[in-house]
């Protein structure tokens, strides 16, 4: 069945390091693709989404680029910020509208 | 903005009884969902609802639990008889179509903690 798998946390960095975090994904037909943030004791928010291959979905300084040929979707940003620390979902929506969640990266940053 | 509410958000119950989790998905979606998270592990699909019967369930979405769409704004998830193991943060989702194209939006969650 489809799936997602990302890169096992936890994850600390320093303020101001670059971030990757790792996803690809596993489905049929042509999923759409997001990154889901949980803030502390907070529901799920959607970060940014991209619908099909080769499209960049950005937001607050965080990026990912859909890679149907390594079926990739990794969330990078250039210089973190304490307030990002959260743990983020990556995750696709398959033809059925079914959606599949990642296991979830735990993401630390130090001042 | 229009957002998905749920309530309660937090329900404590003991062992064994039902408990109803409620959720009023955005006004003019079509498509409903239950996810659900234990503590510290992934998100989980329980089940989909479109057109008042679910499209889709998980493995997870056994007999103990149902839902239910009893009015026009209401979207119910009931757990018959629940066990500690059913302690999680369950969430609502909706999404205005089926195509791939629209996203489901998330409400914050019920937290249910079964003693």
């Known amino acids: 069945g489809d799936s997602v798998t990302q890169m096992e946390g936890p994850v600390t960095l320093s303020e101001e390091a670059f971030l990757t975090i790792n996803c690809t994904y596993t489905?049929?037909?042509?999923?759409?693709l997001f990154w889901y943030v949980q803030y502390p004791g907070e529901g799920l928010q959607l970060l940014l989404k991209?619908?099909?291959?080769?499209d960049k979905g950005s937001n607050k300084g965080f990026e990912a680029t859909y890679r149907k040929e390594t079926t990739s979707f990794h969330l990078e940003k250039g210089s973190v910020q304490v307030s990002d620390s959260a743990v983020y979902f990556c995750?696709?929506?398959?033809?059925?509208?079914?959606?599949?969640f990642g296991a979830g990266t735990r993401l630390t940053v130090k001042p | 903005e229009p957002e998905v509410t749920q309530t309660p958000s937090h329900q404590v119950t003991q062992m064994g009884q039902e408990v109803i989790l409620r959720c009023v998905p955005i006004?003019?979606?079509?498509?409903f969902y239950w996810y659900r998270q234990i503590l510290g592990q992934k998100v989980e699909f329980l089940v989909s609802?479109?057109?008042?019967?679910?499209?889709?369930k998980s493995e997870i979405f056994d007999d103990q639990f149902s839902v239910e769409r009893p009015d026009g704004s209401n979207f119910t998830l009931k757990i018959r008889s629940t066990k500690l193991e059913d302690s999680a943060m369950y969430f609502c989702?909706?999404?205005?179509?089926?195509?791939?194209?629209?996203?489901?939006?998330f409400g914050p969650g019920t937290r249910l903690t079964v003693t």
């Open positions: 489905a049929t037909g042509y999923p759409s």
């Open positions: 991209a619908t099909k291959a080769d």
């Open positions: 995750a696709l929506r398959n033809n059925n509208n079914d959606m599949r």
């Open positions: 989702a909706s999404s205005g179509q089926g195509l791939a194209s629209y996203e489901q939006y």
């Open positions: 609802f479109y057109n008042n019967e679910i499209s889709e």
């Open positions: 006004s003019n979606h079509l498509y």
